[in-house]
């Protein structure tokens, strides 16, 4: 299952939407959470029915919140929600990408960039989704990065080197599976491709 989650910090920016739109078409989430719209119901059913998720709940905004700039992020100001983590023991998950989630898009000697966008679960779902993966996406637009996440990603295939172990040699059979496979092609190859094949042959005989 993928999950993209994104404070996008209003849904009124053309940038926004575009790079959503993207990011919705090259990771196809099966759940999309986005948070600070600051938009209109009519606004969000329609991105809804354009992003084709039918199944969905809404939360109206309660009022606008209001942030003084220039004030870094203090640990004690996010205390409570540290004590809540400690007592449940969630677990971070870490993450792939960017060590920041978060800027106050300001320049040079102003710029304050933390990560403050974290996802936390228990150990029982740990153990339930072991090859978890959040990946921390480009921020456009906003000054928070979307976080996407997948409790099944597909498997690592990177190859695997192939050695040539010397005691093969003295194996009864060794001469009988390099000239079987060296010898073994199909039709319609050029010579490197041929060549290729009969390494892989080798290689998987031995």
């Known amino acids: 299952m993928k999950t993209l989650s994104w404070n ?15 990011l919705i078409s090259v990771n196809n989430p099966d759940i999309v959470f986005l948070s600070e719209t600051k938009a209109s119901i ?26 003084l700039g220039g004030k870094p992020y203090e640990y004690n100001d996010g205390e409570p929600a540290y004590d809540i983590i400690n007592t449940q023991g969630f677990i971070d998950l870490g993450y792939k ?9 300001k320049s040079a000697s102003d710029n304050i960039q933390k990560r403050v966008d974290i996802t936390q679960v228990n150990s029982e779902w740990l153990l339930l989704f072991p ?10 637009g906003s000054g928070h990065c979307p976080l996407l996440f997948n409790s099944q990603p597909p498997p690592h295939s990177s190859p695997v080197p192939f050695k040539f172990q010397s005691m093969w040699i003295n194996h009864q059979d060794y001469k009988s599976v390099v000239n079987n496979s060296w010898n073994t092609s199909s039709l319609n190859q050029t010579q490197l491709c041929f060549l290729l094949k009969t390494i892989w042959l080798l290689q998987k005989k031995l």
């Open 131 to 140: 090859e978890v993966v959040l990946s921390h996406k480009i921020a456009i």
């Open 8 to 22: 996008c910090r209003g849904c009124g920016n053309a940038s926004t939407m575009r790079h959503l739109h993207d």
């Open 97 to 105: 990408g960017y060590p920041y989630t978060w800027s106050n898009k």
């Open 42 to 67: 009519t606004i969000i059913n329609s991105l809804i029915h354009q992003f084709n998720y039918p199944n969905h709940f809404i939360i109206p905004p309660v009022h606008l919140a209001r942030v």
